[in-house]
């Protein structure tokens, strides 16, 4: 992340994010042009607290890329069959970025990308102690426990 | 049990000199620790993890009854003369052990070499690299502790190296470091990285994620 960057932070608690409405915001909100602020704008995170556990699902977003809309050329009304025939192709939604149509296409493809990917991402232990905060691997696995081992002993 | 203050307390008032056996025997200092290094006294230093030969062991053992009573400047003069103490060590063993390590009459080449020293050409070698390497060469670590601890204390080296035992000398370095704004944090166990992330959590984190799968 660059220093200067305008963060916009969007965030969920205990919501799974294979079914949050976030995904589906950041999916369309990609799919018009927005801009993750860092390489790692994604965090899963699960701490334990006084009330439990609380899961953080965090997304940054670049703040200050603007979105550009254009309008279509004219209105139209199509029917079902056209509006498949457009959809389902990707040759037509790339000719016709701006049409409604390539947005939903664009967005629910997104949508399929952002699912995939969190789906490999394992939520990582946020634990705090005092002022600090470490951020450490959760799995049960040696690789992740030694980790998790090596970053806590100096914790 | 005894716990770490009542180990602490107990170093402060550690006497100097010891009489074990009619031999009087300095304290263990830094020096005593230098030179188990350099006679490497593995019983002393804890170095190496082969279990010894009794005959190492007694070696050892003699070298370092040796080297605690015999005057400094002869342990130190047998150390820059490379023959370390060994010749001694049995004259030392002889006299006050009523033991010669060579009565057995068979010829001991470890022991006479045993003591030979490391000499510094295979370090001035690890120099020369790390300079290429632009790595950080580091003071060795007595002249590390001594320093520090004569920079807040005032204190002569010798009395220091030789004659202030290793277990207030430690504590002592620590409070230079403390003073520095050096901390020493609990070494970490099993419990405390426990308490910091339970298996519970561990666990229900897993759940979590056969879940979104």
Known sequence: MKEGTTLSIVRDHDTKPTESRNTRLIAAALSSGAMFATEAAYSDTVEQTPNGAKRTVTWLMDGAAKLSFEPIEVAESITFDEFRKRYESLDWCEANANHPIAYLRAMNDQHNRLLDKVKTMRPMLLIRKGKRIAIVPSGSDEASKATRDQILSEF | ?213
């Not at chain 2, 005593?32 to 279990?51: R, V």
């Not at chain 2, 007694?58 to 010749?87: C, K, L």
Request: glycine share 8%.
């Open chain 2, 1 to 213: 049990m005894r716990n770490r203050n009542d180990y602490l307390a107990t170093a402060m008032i550690e006497p100097g000199e010891r009489q074990i056996g009619g031999i009087k025997l300095r304290p263990f200092s830094y020096g005593s620790m230098q030179l188990a290094y350099l006679f490497k006294l593995s019983l002393f230093t804890g170095e190496g993890d082969t279990e010894q030969t009794d005959e190492e062991k007694q070696r050892q053992i003699v070298t370092f009854a040796w080297m605690q009573s015999a005057p400094i400047d002869e342990v130190v003069a047998a150390v820059h003369d490379g023959s370390a103490g060994n010749p001694r060590a049995q004259v030392f063993t002889r006299h006050h052990l009523r033991h010669d390590p060579r009565a057995d009459g068979r010829d001991q080449p470890h022991r006479r070499n045993g003591f030979s020293l490391q000499r510094s050409g295979g370090k001035q070698i690890s120099v020369q690299r790390g300079r290429r390497a632009g790595k950080v060469l580091n003071p060795g670590w007595l002249a590390s502790a001594v320093y520090t601890i004569a920079k807040d204390t005032g204190w002569r080296e010798e009395f220091i190296i030789w004659k202030l035992p290793m277990a207030r000398a430690l504590q002592y370095y620590h409070c230079s470091l403390q003073s520095a704004n050096l901390w020493t944090l609990e070494p970490p166990t099993e419990e405390s990285i426990q308490a910091l992330a339970p298996d519970e959590l561990i666990g229900l984190i897993d759940r979590m994620t056969d879940e979104d799968e």
